[in-house]
């Protein structure tokens, strides 16, 4: 059933509040990458605190681990002992602000434009999902309700950076984040006003890869012709990649992907998907070819194969260019792999395969960051039966459940440390947000339905593990966490 009618009232009538609480997080400039202040991640886990505490949370303090930005943990226990627990998660840590001179609006000066859109660094990537979390909680108790579940709540300062510290995070504090379903904040709707159940996530792994020719730059007159210059070898080294037609050729690139059903391709092919909406929210110039060609190849090779991209080149910067042989050139080649794929596997062959014969005898040096697996989790059971309803009430359309071409490393360990229970993946991001790039940006009309959306999950997420645990209690070890919870409460 759905939150009170009361409890939506109330949210909607102090929407004004919620933006306010947004724009004030947005203005702490929370960068995690270093070379950016370390206070102002400290500054910003403060005053997520200080929200949560505000919106009714009974406990909400800072958490700092060695090495780390610092983590928020709140919980609100109201619904008693025997009652479900909800984990939920957001970070507070957002990206670089990038270029300014390509923002509309400076990054850390939140501004509503004339489209309704609220412009800023980290509007919805992800300080809009702490203010939804606490939100929701808020209109609860204002208007005179109790949600039937419990809720503990983690908010990352790091996300942002890898979540390295994440794990022995979750070892330390596992005991406190005990819990019956996973609710993260962090993912996307497929488009703007369409609500969506992320249920798989591609992995990653960064390969960089240094050239040397020379131990120092060259005038290219003099000695061009007899000697390689390194940014002419790396070129061809990349260029290897490749195919004629753009495909991965590293030998294995795919062996491992596990095939996609009859079923899932027909729920790709049957999610909505406009071919010129597609280029223009991607920016492809005109000239350039979609490298698919229907709504069902376009939402697997995005979600579902690997994919690879060079993500950074260094040789000599266009403005200091000299007519010189380059001495040394590197690069950095992103890939993302398909859930269920071998990440150690595909980390060797993207090593062995650079590193082998280099052009003109060059010195290449290859260096492989921690390859991060993928993720899936098949959508069945009461809480995603629950998750559904509670967003066709808050968005007042049904819910499709999507894949996620990006990485998300925080999942498979959460999920780790909680004993599988469901994760239920929400978020804030439509295909025009920009987030991670220059214009960030939240449509305020999907905040306001996000809102009521996390309203209304905690009330039937509450009511549906209750149902659950009561009707499999004493059935032995198959019991939810709920009912173990509620048969030590009664004992």
């Excluded at 724009?23 to 400039?29: S, T, V, Y």
């Excluded at 709140?74 to 270029?99: F, I, K, N, S």
């Excluded at 079923?263 to 049957?270: G, I």
């Amino acid at each position: 059933m759905p939150a009170p009618r009361a409890t939506i009232d109330w949210l909607d009538a102090h929407l004004e509040d919620r933006i306010g609480e947004l724009e004030a997080l947005a203005r702490i400039p929370s960068v995690s990458a270093e070379g950016f202040e370390p206070e102002a991640v400290r500054r910003s886990a403060e005053a997520v605190a200080a929200l949560l505490l505000d919106a009714g949370f009974e406990s909400a303090a800072v958490v700092d681990l060695e090495g780390a930005h610092p983590y928020v943990l709140g919980e609100w226990m109201g619904a008693g002992e025997g009652a479900p627990t909800l984990l939920l998660y957001a970070h507070h840590d957002v990206q670089p602000p990038g270029r300014a001179s390509h923002w509309r609006t400076p990054p850390f000066e939140p501004t509503r434009g004339e489209d309704g859109r609220l412009y800023g660094r980290g509007v919805v990537d992800d300080k809009a999902g702490i203010v939804v979390f606490a939100g929701a909680l808020r209109a609860w108790l204002e208007s005179g309700e109790r949600p039937p579940v419990n809720l503990k709540i983690v908010v990352e300062g790091e996300e942002e950076i890898g979540s390295g510290h994440l794990a022995g995070f979750l070892r330390r504090h596992h005991e406190r984040l005990a819990a019956d379903v996973l609710v993260l904040s962090d993912t996307a709707n497929l488009a703007t006003g369409l609500p969506s159940l992320t249920t798989s996530l591609r992995g990653l792994l960064n390969v960089d890869v240094r050239v040397k020719a020379l131990d120092h730059p060259l005038h290219s007159g003099m000695w061009g012709g007899p000697l390689p210059d390194a940014a002419s070898a790396l070129a061809r080294l990349l260029g290897r990649l490749f195919d004629a037609e753009g495909e991965v050729a590293i030998p294995g690139f795919e062996s491992d992907v596990a095939p996609l059903s009859a079923k899932a391709r027909a729920d790709l092919e049957a999610l909505p998907f406009d071919a010129g909406t597609f280029r223009e929210e991607g920016g492809l110039v005109a000239s350039a070819a979609l490298r698919a060609g229907h709504a069902g190849e376009v939402y697997e090779r995005l979600w579902h194969r690997p994919s690879l991209a060079l993500v950074a080149l260094e040789g000599m910067p266009l403005a200091a260019a000299g007519n010189q042989l380059i001495a040394e050139a590197a690069a950095r080649v992103g890939v993302r792999l398909a859930p269920g794929q071998d990440p150690h596997a595909m980390r060797e062959r993207v090593v062995s395969f650079l590193e082998a014969d280099p052009p003109w005898g060059v010195e290449v040096r290859v260096e492989a960051g921690e390859a991060v697996a993928g993720w899936r989790i098949e959508p069945h059971g009461p809480a995603f039966a629950a998750a559904e309803r509670a967003l066709r009430a808050g968005y007042g359309t049904d819910a499709v459940y999507i894949g996620c071409g990006g990485s998300i490393p925080f999942v498979a360990p959460f999920a780790e440390v909680l004993g599988g229970v469901p994760a239920l993946l929400l978020g804030l991001e439509d295909p025009i947000c920009n987030a991670h790039g220059e214009n960030e940006s939240l449509d305020l009309a999907d905040f306001a339905r996000a809102l009521r959306s996390a309203a209304h999950v905690f009330d039937e997420l509450g009511r549906a593990l209750a149902s659950e645990a009561e009707r499999r209690d004493g059935a032995g070890p198959d019991r939810t966490g709920a009912a173990r919870a509620r048969s030590q409460a009664t004992q």
